[in-house]
C-alpha cells in the first residue's frame, strides 16, 4: 500500500506513522526527519537546508523530489510506503505521479489552534526521533528519552515565529494538494483532533482494516 500523510505541520502525522508502520508492515519517509538527519550530521545537504527549515520554509521541490525518487528505489518500499510530509506542493506531487503510483491520501483534519497547542508543547528525541509533548505525552525523566535514552529537545522550527510561519507556507502551498487528491478520488478525511488512539481507531475505519 503506498501511502501519503497529508496535514498541516503539527497535526500528529509522524506520531501516527509510527503506529501505522506496525499496522501495515510498509516504511515511514518522513522528508523532515531525513532533512533533520542531514543537518545533524552537517552534511552539504544538511547545510544547505538547515536555516530554510528553522525559518519554516520549504526546501526547493528539486531538492526535495530528487531525495525522495532515490529514497523509492530502495529494497524496503517494495510492498509499500508511507510518505510523511511529501508532496507538500502541486509540483512535487506530479513529480510523484511520474516515478511511483499513490494508493490512498490521509488528510488530517484539525484547526489552527490545535496545531499551536501540539507544536507549541512538542519534545522529540535527537537520537531516535521520537515525539514526546511537554503535555500528553512527557517523557517519564524530563529531558531523557523513554526509547533510547538521548536527549529530548524542542525543535528549532516548533519556535512561535517558525509555527506561524509553517501554517502560512501550509496554506499556500500544501493545502492545494487537498483538491488535487480529492479529485483523483484518492482522499481519505480523518478527524485528526482527538487523542493518538482514537486516531487510530478512524484511521482503521478509513482504510478498511479490522
Ligand atoms: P516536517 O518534519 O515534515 O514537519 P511538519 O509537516 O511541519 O510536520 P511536523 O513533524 O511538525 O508535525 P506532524 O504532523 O508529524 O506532528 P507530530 O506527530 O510530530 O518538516 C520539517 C521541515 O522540513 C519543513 O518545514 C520544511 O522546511 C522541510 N520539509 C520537509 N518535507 C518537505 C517537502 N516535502 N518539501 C519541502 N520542504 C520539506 O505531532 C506534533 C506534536 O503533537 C507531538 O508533540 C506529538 O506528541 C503531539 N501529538 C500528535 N498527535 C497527537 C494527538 N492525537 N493528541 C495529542 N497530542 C498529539
Sequence with gaps: MNLIFLG???AGKGTLAVRAVDILKVPQISTGSIFRAAVAAQSPLGLKVKAIMDAGKLVDDETTIALVKERLTQDDVQKGYI????????????????????EKVINFDIPDSGVIERLGGRRVCRKCGYNFHAVFNKPSKE????????????????KPEAIQKRLEVYRAQTAPLIDYYREKGLL????????????????????AID
Excluded: W
Excluded at 510518505?83 to 499513490?102: C, H, K, M, N
Design 143 to 158: 529531558g531523557i528519552c523513554d526509547h533510547c535514552g538521548g536527549e529530548v529537545y524542542i525543535r528549532d522550527d516548533d
Design 83 to 102: 510518505l510523511d510530509g511529501f508532496p507538500r506542493t502541486i509540483p512535487q506531487a506530479e513529480a510523484l505521479a511520474g516515478f511511483s503510483t499513490v
Design 188 to 207: 481519505l478525511d480523518i478527524d485528526a483532533r482527538p487523542m493518538v488512539d482514537e486516531i487510530v481507531i478512524n484511521f482503521k475505519k478509513a482504510m
Design 8 to 10: 498541516p505541520p503539527g
